[in-house]
């Protein structure tokens, strides 16, 4: 078939849905209405003659057109943005849509780049579109993996192969318990007594449970997956949770967070910047690499 402009339009919004898990939650995200985007699905459907996806009352599922579709979407729809990239910086210019993976709260750290990163590239050239993608740590790697994200901004123990890690600074993080808790105002001799039956929350860096080595019981009914979630469960003052620093801070500052002997239960997490090795590097691609690297020494 032939690939036209109302193509590409209806595959980033099959995208979108797939990425999103469903068509209502793709509402936000696209800026249009559920029967809007129900009515460009079928649009696609009977375009490429293939049912992509089962919807109604037990969810959304991809079927198997539906998912060597979206991995050919993905892949177009790069080699698109490259195309104009690349031709755009053949006449000293950058134009094209970046896309930016980060995990949550690092708005929050004074060493991070980001918004000097975007002003930065939106004085080089008009026609760049930002598209940050705020998700869960290992969904970081995923994004840059599959092509879904230019570059990454995340934490990562075990490096994924195909991509590559350049170091941009290293994430405290401290173990704090909320106004409410029973180790928020006892005595430093109650401490060791009240930590054996305290709960830990579970979080998407438990794989890093095995740097901490901290003892701690993690048998516990409570997990959360983003920094933020974290924090409303510390803030019940019935769990206790990890939490980068500059973060926990604003808490802190307002009396409702303590941190709990922060000269043993502390570890370091190093951020760092993530790309792919397999995908062409773009002009566009290039350009932000460089100014995220700047602008984070």
Known sequence: MQ??????????????????????AAESRL??????ISSHLSDLEVRLGVKLCKRGRSGFELTEPGRVTYQASLE????????????????????????????????S????GIAKVISSLKAKGDNIQFDINVCEAREVETAVANGRSLVGLGVSRHHLRGLEYYPLHNETNYLYCGQGHPLFNCQPSQIAKLLETSEVITSNYMRDKEVRNDGLNYQNTATAYHDEGIAHLILSGEFIGYLPEHYANHWVDKGLFRSILPEKYS????VV????????????ANAVIDEIKRCHQ
């Open 3 to 24: 690939i036209h402009d109302v193509d590409l339009r209806l595959l980033r919004i099959f995208v979108a849905i797939v990425e999103c898990g469903g068509l209502s």
């Open 31 to 36: 800026n249009i209405g559920r029967s809007t």
């Open 267 to 270: 570890y370091q997490i190093p």
């Open 273 to 284: 910047l993530i790309s792919s090795k397999n995908h062409a590097i773009s002009p566009l």
């Open 109 to 112: 750290d004074p060493r991070c």
């Open 76 to 107: 177009l729809l790069q080699q698109c943005e490259a195309f104009a990239s690349t031709v755009a910086s053949a006449k000293n210019e950058l134009s094209g849509r970046i896309t930016i993976a980060t995990i949550d709260t690092l708005v």
